[in-house]
């Protein structure tokens, strides 16, 4: 058997999950110009919501998961409010408000586990029983095929909003320079804070989707994030294309660098790639 | 000061340090004799595994309940303080210093996952803290020193007895094996690998992963292209749950055989229909209906996973000694080498070789049928 065809797919796969979580890390990096390590909580948080929302009570899917996504906004937008805006106010160095971020992610994991338990949970309603479809000797499920579908409108819906909007308009102002932004009359912890609620927001349909596909439990952000993370440096930090970009090419070469060698060797191979662009392209596949 | 006066300080002040750590930590001598007698627990509470840490968190109450309500251990109630191990070595050996150096504890009663057990057998070794684990069973523990313990049997068994069942039994010659890369995975990889080989079978792939890894579908996809007649799939619940499903998407219909990390109720309801025909091995235990109704009333479900039986017998095993012996360490350890424990829930007898190993084990081979797992006939 040829095995490709599957192993492109796999890469796929991934590389579409990743996409989703460095998305919403570029997005907010762009606008702070910091590392927020809660964004990677926000996946469980709207994992979690969906899961109680739906399996628990019952709810519609589809309401579910909106209910599950604007969650997750709202607790991202939240945490600017609550935490970081009184920090910048402050003038607060990048520094600061990376630690402030990891107890912002660690808090809210600690919350779930207590309230859901930390056992691995499946959203999936039919495992199994799953369509596949078969493209050119690989399988992929219908949940994957989801997945991809949401990654290419999101990131259409994205580049749209950036380059066609006035509030897109105002984002790319302050992420060349927030205080430029501000002198030309923009109100920018407004504009941040929704910059987090919609990074947010797609960090939880991440969390969503990976809950269908594999499965959702309260330390799945930790992971996620940091393969986000790679994805982000290797492809430009801050840059929405850069980090599509460098999701795809850590998914291909972390499935692809196991080929001919053990499974167990593939986190360390994200890792070498990020270290090869952090000493010979610090500034990623985009940023000049 | 010149050179050798400094060294004769310095030697002066180590030994100072040296003496008075010795002799303080040993606190008042005489104990009064009504406090409670602590024992330490270390097992996955959360993370990797927790169903089972739970579930044995349970039975270990449930065992504590009985020997209080029965007089205690000379009158002297026993205490158990749970410390999370999270199935994670750093994790554990942190509980485990917390439970050695400040509670102070004669015993401890874990871990669960073998790299729990192994990555603190060293320090209780040389502090003289007994160790006697429930649930871990990679065979490097059996040389871990004269304190460490088990009451669940190596790995060594169970990699051979899968051996031999694979081969002669089902009758397949050709085998795929994918590991957690753990101390319990890589153990029982080796055991079986080695065994499989000498029966004349071949092992056509060995593939690991991370235990913490979610998504093994390049792994698969590189089982498939090699055309196994069986998988041997040696993983904790949260990686097995994906795992197995990812195996179905990929179109693999041969069987899947597993580890007694399977011995969990919670996958096979997870993966519904992908599981069907699953088979994996288990140690028998002759649980009797008066251990099962009180695990009942007390989670709720018939849910009594893996090593849930051999963390009830250590509680009863370990009051007996400690009521024959006191709570001295090494009374506990040279007790426990002449100890035997029997009309235990998890085994017939319980005994210990020289190496603190558990003597014999049996074990079955259970199958996935609709959901729930049934003993193979």
Known sequence: MDIIPQLILNSIIAGAIYTLVALGFNLIYGATKFFNLAHGVMAAVGGYVFFYLAKTLGLNIFIAVIIGVGLAGLVGYGLDKLIYLP??????????????????????????????????????????????????????????????????LITAGLVLLLHKTQFGKAVRAISDDEEVAKIIGINTN??????????????????????????????????????????????????????????FLLGFVENFGIWKISGEWKDAIAFALLIVFLIFRPRGIMNK | MNQSTKWIVGVIVVVAVVVVGYFVPKGPSGPVLTEPIKIGFIGPLT?????????????????????????????????????????????????????????????????????????????????????????????????????????????????????EYIYNKLGKKKVAVLYAKSDWGNGIKDVFSKKFKELGGTIVIEEGYEQTSRDLRTQLTKIKAVNPELIYFLGYTEASIPGIKQAKELGLTIPLFGGDAWDDSKIWTEVSSAGEGAMYSVMYAPLNNDFKAKMRAKVGNDEITICTPQAYDAVKLVAKVIEKVGTNAEAIKNELYKTSYTGGVSASEIRFDSNGDLVGANYIVKVVRSGKAVEAK
Request: proline content about 2%.
């Open chain 1, 87 to 152: 920090l910048r106010k402050r003038k607060a160095s990048n520094m600061v408000l990376l630690v402030a971020s990891l107890g912002a992610f660690t808090a809210p994991q600690a919350v779930i586990a207590i309230l859901f338990t930390s056992q691995f949970k499946t959203l999936s309603q039919h495992v199994g029983t799953q369509k596949l479809f078969e493209v050119f000797g690989g399988f992929i499920t219908q949940t994957q095929l989801i997945i991809l579908t949401s990654v290419v």
């Open chain 1, 190 to 247: 407004k504009i941040i804070g929704y910059v987090f609620f919609i990074g947010s927001a797609i960090a939880g349909l991440a969390g969503i989707l990976v809950g269908f596909d594999t499965g959702i439990e309260p330390t799945m952000g930790l992971s996620l994030l940091l393969k986000g993370v790679i994805a982000s440096i290797v492809g430009g930090v801050g840059n929405i294309y850069g980090g599509v970009l460098g999701a």
């Open chain 2, 47 to 163: 993370g990797d595994a927790a169903n089972i840490g739970q579930n044995v968190r349970t039975a270990v109450e449930i065992s504590v309940k009985e020997v209080n309500e029965t007089g205690g251990i000379d009158g002297r109630p026993l205490e158990v303080i749970y410390e999370d191990g999270q199935c994670t070595g750093n994790v554990a050996s942190n509980a485990a210093n917390k439970l050695i150096s400040i509670n102070k504890v004669p015993l401890i009663l874990g871990g669960a996952c073998s790299g729990e057990t192994s990555s603190f057998m060293g320090a209780a070794e040389q502090s003289k803290t007994v160790v006697l684990s429930y649930c871990s069973s990679a065979p490097a523990i059996s040389q871990a020193g004269d304190y460490i313990f088990r009451n669940y049997p190596s790995d060594l068994y169970q990699g051979s007895f899968v051996a």
